[in-house]
């Protein structure tokens, strides 16, 4: 488990938040957000902010959209889940799946790009990009660049 600590708001979906979720996956589900790694929670500060909503909404809100954008990446992105959220080795994973070590990491690292693409999830059409599925990301860095070749 990470250093790091975000609160909902600071959540940008960036590869480092996204990580931070991945890795607290299991607490989200069950309704709690992860505490601070000093672990001290004032009870009168926390009663200053008053939410209509219930408590446990927040923290499974965001375990769903994880899940989401992890049931997207196959077979890479429960690669990235038992790594990161389940305590896996990359190695365990190896043998279970019969891959090379390499290949393993290169996959989840693969699906957390995937992930963490921001707000705006990578497979909707937004202003800013053009929706792609996984399999479109995992290629779109790897085609050879053919200049002067396109017409042919």
Known sequence: MTI???????IKF???TTLWL??????LRDGYWPPE????????????????????????EFAAEISERLEKCG?????LEAIESWGKSEETMARYLRMPTWSIR???????????????RRWHNSRKRKGETYQQF???????????????
């Open 22 to 27: 991945v890795q607290s996956l299991n607490c």
């Open 4 to 10: 790091d600590w975000y609160s909902p708001g600071s």
């Open 75 to 79: 077979i890479d992105g429960l690669i």
């Open 14 to 16: 960036d590869s480092r």
């Open 106 to 120: 290169k996959r989840a690292k693969k699906a957390l790009a995937y992930v963490s693409s921001g707000p705006t």
């Open 37 to 60: 790694a000093s672990g001290y929670i004032d009870a009168a500060i926390r009663q200053k902010n008053v939410s209509k909503r219930t408590q446990f909404a927040t923290p499974i």
């Open 138 to 152: 995992k290629v779109r860095k790897h085609r050879p660049h053919t200049i002067g070749q396109e017409g042919k």
